[in-house]
């Protein structure tokens, strides 16, 4: 089974940057999207951004394309999502996950097969 476990979250103002990491257990990493996900308090798990397995094929919300980007190394098990331009409603738990199968956009919750337990951003105004 496959483990993801997520770093690098805090809290930061508004316009600042950071860089979440999204480290995984085991060697059949590289054969899995990996995505990152969101929740806010008070409500849904939403998308974030995807990439694919060998890291040639991105995919981001509509919310957060040109502020964040996600990239991975899949000699070091690592994903990482660089986040700049930091807004108050970028504030939630984010999550990162790993997809075998799925669609190109992998926007989809059910897509994915295992979470990591999350990590908290804030982004004060």
């Known amino acids: 089974q496959e483990q993801l476990v997520e770093s690098g979250g805090g809290l930061v103002q508004a316009g600042d940057s950071l860089r979440l990491s999204c480290a995984a257990s085991k060697r059949t990493f590289g054969h899995y999207a990996i995505g990152w996900w969101r929740q806010a308090p008070g409500k849904e798990r939403e998308f974030v951004a995807v990439?694919?397995?060998?890291?040639?094929?991105?995919y981001y919300a509509d919310s957060v394309k040109d502020r964040f980007t996600i990239s991975r190394d899949n000699n070091k098990n690592t994903v990482a999502l660089q986040m700049s331009s930091l807004k108050p409603e970028d504030t939630a738990v984010y999550y990162c996950?790993?997809?075998?199968?799925?669609?190109?956009?992998?926007?989809?919750?059910?897509?994915?097969?295992?979470w990591g337990q999350g990590t908290q951003v804030t982004v004060s105004s």
């Open positions: 996950a790993a997809s075998w199968r799925g669609s190109y956009e992998r926007n989809l919750e059910y897509e994915y097969d295992y």
């Open positions: 990439i694919s397995w060998s890291g040639g094929t991105t």
